[in-house]
Each structure stands twice: as structure tokens, then as C-alpha cells.
């Protein structure tokens, strides 16, 4: 995808900061008797806005991105979440870790750079113009060193933090009846937060009940959807919107799928694996599960696979859901039991830059992709495809590992 990759030419750290190129004055960044003059858009008005408010004086041309010359010796970023009990997924804020080497963005020198600033890592070179990750610094530290030299270390947070962590004002969902479905939910809380819903999305399906809520919270809301849509959630980094598809069924692929394997095959939609892991665990393959319904406790539902349980004893699990009636309980009861997972692959990861120093297409994998693992030696014969939900690249200046936390239903 990009031969001869270089981190230090080809990962771009930019920083959303004010355009100071004019002489318009910005509240705590220009210096009191400069040449900066008051004036512009007018956003700080007297008697109206707060000091310490998010309101500044004239900005010349508002925010803008910039990419600040400084060398990444490091950045591990991760997008996505996990399953819990083989039954719910848990979404996680998609996190950014670098490493850098500048006083550009020293905050003790620039005042712009700073916790809450907006960032973003872009993959770009002549072939690819990606972003990995765009979000806000949520610390930033800087050790010194006696040469001049110092280290900036840098966590950032992308938008599903902020947006599980907020309260909305007002929740009204009963102007679409007694029931909504999961995927108007989604929608609502999309267009509420202003982050907009990624037309990438799979239509989840299951029902429940209208509320009309005030100072309701928000992460409240996106685990009732997705535990009873039985859905996936992120934000895409491309765009920062909202993206959803439901819990991977058993995934197929195509002559175009990209597969992870051991074989050192010639095919262009081949990766390179450097480590896989199988997941069975006594929680994860439950073989007695009770269902029940939140609103009435007395609407239950109970499955069980005896013979397992002759076998090897009662793995026992009970969830309550936010659903509307019996028949969609019994309707969800019955497709998490009849698909659960044993003894498949969790996680596998693939050198992202080759051995020719090329980088491939796995520095640009995203949460709901299709893709296939094959594994084979001895006795041993792992294939099949998987639906991605969790991307974690661990990159510096020699190497670049990709691992794919996967997951389909049995």
C-alpha cells in the first residue's frame, strides 16, 4: 500500500489550534501590548460571555489543522471494544498513545497545545491519505533531558468518551410509538450529540420501549440498544461519527478478503501472521441461560442444553433486557443460545510493514470488517472468517504490528 514506509514521513500528528497567522487578538495565547488587535467575528461580547467560557476574542480565520515538524519515535492506537460472556459487546473509547519529539508542541512552549486540544494521526503518502485516529488530548507529559532533548508523551481519547460521559438535557422517543427500534435509538442519540450516524451501518433490529427522559445519560442508552440489538458500536476516525453493525453471525468471505495466515502465499490479498490465540472459557461457552424482562420480572425465559450440562456440569448465565414483550425476550433468548462461540479465534496479528519495507493494508483495518484466518500445521487447522471488533496498531520507527480482536457467532 506504501512502499518504503517511514513513520517520521508518512504518520502526520496534527493539532486543531487557532490560525494565528493574522494580528487578531486570541484570549490566552497573545501577549498583552503585542501587535494583536481586538475585532474579527466577534464571539467574546461584553456582559454576555464568561471569562474561562468558550467564547474567544477574533479569532482571524477560526480553528484550523496543522501539522507541527516533529519526529514520532512511537504511537499505539486501538479502536473498538470486546465481548462480554459471548453475549454483549462493551464498547471502549478509541485511544491514542505517542511518543514525540518536539518544541513545537512542548506545552510549556506553546500555548496552544494543551489537555482538551483536538488531534489527529493521518496516514498519508502519495498513494494513501487515511486518518487513524482524531479525538482530544487527555494528558500530556514531557521529561527533559540534559542535551536539549525532550519527550513528549501524549494519551488522546477519541469522541465515544465524551459522548458516554454526557448527559442529554431531554430523551424523547415516545412520538415514535409504544416501542422504537434499536437502530432509531442509535439515530436519535447520533443526531443529539451532534457526532451524525456513518452510513456504514447495519441495521440492528429489536424493540424497546419509548421513554421521554430528562438528564438522562447518555452511555445508559447505547447499552440498552446494543444488548438488546445485539449490536457493535464505534466511532469511525475517517469521519467521527457514530458507526454500528449488529453481532457478527457467521462470517463468509470473497475472493477479495483479506486473510491473516501462515502459508506464504503469493496472492495479493495474503497477510503475513505473526501470532494467533484460540479463546475457550467456561463463561464464554454457558450452557444454561435465563433471560428476563426489565420491565416485568415475572416474563422469563430459560434455555438449556442438557446434554452439556450431563456432560460437563451447569455453566449458568442471567441477563435482564430493556425489550418490550415475551415474544421478543423468547425472540432474543433463543438466537444468543442456538450461536454460542467455542473454541474460536480471539485474536490474531500481522506485521503491518513487510519485509520489504512495504506497508499494507492492515494499518488501515476498521471495527466491522471481514477477515479470514488460516492457520495450519501439523494436526492443526484454524480457517475461517471473522468480523473485526477491535483494531490495535503498536508502531515505532523499525516495525508496525497489527492485531485484530475478532469475533462470529458459532
Request: overall charge negative; charged content about 20%; aromatic content about 8%.
Amino acid at each position: 500500500m506504501i512502499p518504503n514506509f517511514q513513520i517520521d514521513n508518512n504518520l502526520k500528528v496534527e493539532f486543531l489550534t487557532p490560525d494565528i497567522d493574522g494580528n487578531s487578538f486570541i484570549l490566552g495565547i497573545s501577549l498583552l501590548g503585542s501587535d494583536d488587535v481586538l475585532g474579527g467575528f466577534g464571539e467574546f461580547i461584553l456582559g454576555v460571555s464568561l471569562l474561562g467560557g468558550d467564547d474567544v476574542l477574533a479569532p482571524s480565520t477560526g480553528l484550523k489543522w496543522q501539522e507541527v515538524q516533529c519526529e514520532t519515535s512511537r504511537a499505539n492506537i486501538s479502536i473498538g471494544g470486546q465481548i462480554n460472556n459471548a453475549i454483549s459487546f462493551q464498547p471502549q473509547p478509541g485511544e491514542a498513545q505517542l511518543t514525540l519529539q518536539s518544541y513545537d508542541l512542548d506545552p510549556t512552549v506553546n500555548k496552544n497545545i494543551r489537555a482538551s486540544t483536538k488531534i489527529r494521526v493521518r496516514l498519508q503518502s502519495d498513494e494513501v491519505d487515511r486518518i487513524l485516529f482524531q479525538g482530544t488530548i487527555d494528558t500530556i507529559d514531557v521529561t527533559y533531558f540534559p542535551d536539549g532533548l525532550n519527550l513528549i508523551d501524549i494519551v488522546a481519547i477519541d469522541a465515544y468518551k465524551q459522548l458516554v460521559n454526557s448527559r442529554f438535557a431531554t430523551f424523547d422517543t415516545t412520538p415514535l410509538g409504544a416501542s422504537a427500534t434499536t437502530d432509531e435509538v442509535l439515530e436519535l442519540i447520533a443526531i443529539q450529540s451532534g457526532l451524525g450516524l456513518s452510513p456504514d451501518s447495519v441495521e440492528l433490529g429489536g424493540l424497546i420501549p419509548t421513554v421521554n427522559e430528562v438528564d438522562v445519560v447518555v452511555a445508559e442508552l447505547i447499552n440498552d440498544a446494543l444488548e438488546v440489538g445485539l449490536g457493535i458500536v464505534w466511532i469511525d476516525q475517517q469521519t467521527s461519527e457514530l458507526a454500528y453493525i449488529p453481532r457478527p453471525a457467521t462470517a463468509t468471505g470473497t475472493a477479495t478478503t483479506f486473510t491473516i495466515g501462515n502459508d506464504h502465499s503469493s496472492d495479493p490479498y495474503h497477510l503475513c501472521l505473526s501470532e494467533i490465540n484460540v479463546f475457550s472459557d467456561a463463561d464464554a461457552v454457558y450452557n444454561s441461560l435465563k433471560v428476563t424482562l426489565q420491565s416485568d420480572d415475572t416474563q422469563v425465559v430459560v434455555l438449556k442444553d442438557q446434554d452439556s450440562i450431563d456432560l460437563y456440569g451447569e455453566s449458568a448465565i442471567d441477563e435482564v433486557i430493556n425489550t418490550t414483550d415475551a415474544t421478543e425476550l423468547a425472540n432474543w433468548a433463543v438466537r444468543v443460545f442456538n450461536n454460542r462461540p467455542a473454541n474460536l479465534v480471539n485474536k490474531v496479528a500481522t506485521p503491518a510493514k513487510d519485509r520489504l519495507g512495504t506497508l499494507t493494508n492492515a494499518a488501515v483495518f476498521t471495527p466491522g470488517m471481514t477477515v479470514g484466518v488460516s492457520y495450519t500445521r501439523d494436526q492443526l487447522d484454524i480457517v475461517g472468517f471473522y468480523t473485526i471488533i477491535k483494531v490495535s496498531h503498536r508502531i515505532d520507527v523499525d516495525n508496525w504490528f497489527t492485531t485484530l480482536e475478532l469475533w462470529k457467532e458459532a
